[in-house]
Nanobody, 127 residues
């Protein structure tokens, strides 16, 4: 059973920073894109960021461009999300995701192509 385990969530003030981590239980996912989605209270889950298998390609939602940065360390089977200048509207449960996507492009990872989800980590930004 493949597992994605997120960590790093918590409570932070507006303008603060957090770094999320997601560890995959299998090295297989070094060949596939990985990404982050989030779900705010009362809202649908939305895409946040994705990274290609090599780390050379990234994609971001417009709402987080310039503030968030996704990266990965394939030797550690881990993907990261550095979140800076956090806003109250970033409050959500953040989910790590990946899928068996041929080619490994960050542009091919969206909710319909995800095969595995983590259980999520809560990020709360206070005003």
């Amino acid at each position: 059973q493949v597992q994605l385990v997120e960590s790093g969530g918590g409570l932070v003030q507006t303008g603060g920073s957090l770094r999320l981590s997601c560890a995959a239980s299998e090295r297989t996912f070094a060949s596939y894109p990985m990404g982050w989605f989030r779900q705010a209270p009362g809202k649908e889950r939305e895409f946040v960021a994705a990274i290609s298998w090599s780390g050379g390609g990234t994609r971001y939602a417009d709402s987080v461009k310039g503030r968030f940065a996704i990266s990965r360390d394939n030797a550690k089977n881990t993907v990261y999300l550095q979140m800076n200048n956090l806003k109250p509207e970033d409050t959500a449960v953040y989910y790590c995701a990946t899928g068996y996507i041929s080619g490994g492009s960050a542009y091919a990872l969206f909710e319909g192509t995800v095969d595995y989800w983590g259980k999520g980590t809560l990020v709360t930004v206070s005003s």
